[in-house]
């Protein structure tokens, strides 16, 4: 292959890199639902994974991170992954300028037989609720105010994907060390 096809293969190689790489950036939030009407006081806290700004779909993970004192729970201590509970019915967020603006999230798992041995209704909206209840008999929940101002959201990080100029200096870096290569070679 001669350096000028070479040349031009990576230079159209370059070009589809940048057309088919889209920029944008893994957004991390955290919510909090304080109790106001359940059985158990305190706020459960967790994480919500793999939104993108300025629109709506569906998280990638969903944990809850903290149970207040005095609520039991079936799962071992730590994070709780909601995301892989045996009901998922509802996941949607809307994200625009950084800030969750809309969420609907809703899983179950079901518990010896009970089906809602767990649960996990996030509701940004004008929902039912907003309730957490992991003690496999829904007797012991947090349960806070209906809608936005039941439950709290907090931007925690985003994870940066490469942006198409940078994906493209690297292949050209990249094509450059392969020609250096290719001609000390001849």
């Known amino acids: 292959m001669s ?7 990576a230079i159209a190689l370059t070009a ?11 957004l991390v939030f955290q919510f909090s639902i304080t109790n106001t009407i359940g059985t158990v006081g305190g ?3 967790g994480t919500i994974y793999g939104l993108s700004d300025n629109s709506t779909g569906a998280a990638s993970d969903v944990t809850i991170d903290t149970l207040p004192a005095g609520m039991s729970s079936i799962y071992p201590v730590g994070s709780i992954d909601a995301a892989l ?14 800030a969750i603006v809309a969420a609907e999230f809703w899983a179950q798992n079901s518990f010896n037989g009970f ?17 957490v209840n992991v003690d496999g008999t829904d007797t012991h ?3 806070g105010d209906n809608g936005p101002q039941g439950v709290a959201f907090t931007q925690i990080s985003a994870n940066d994907v490469p ?13 450059g060390s392969l020609l250096v290569r290719r001609r000390r070679a001849d």
């Open 3 to 9: 350096f000028k096809s070479l040349l031009r293969s």
């Open 16 to 26: 589809l890199i940048i057309v088919s790489v889209s920029a944008q950036a893994s």
């Open 43 to 45: 706020t459960v806290t």
């Open 85 to 98: 509970w045996d009901q998922q019915l509802q996941n949607s967020f809307t994200v625009s300028g950084g």
């Open 115 to 131: 089906l809602q041995g767990s649960q996990l209704y996030i509701d940004g909206g004008e929902g039912p609720y907003n309730f």
């Open 141 to 143: 929940y947090v349960w």
């Open 163 to 175: 942006e198409p100029g940078s994906v493209a200096l690297v292949a050209l870096g990249l094509l």
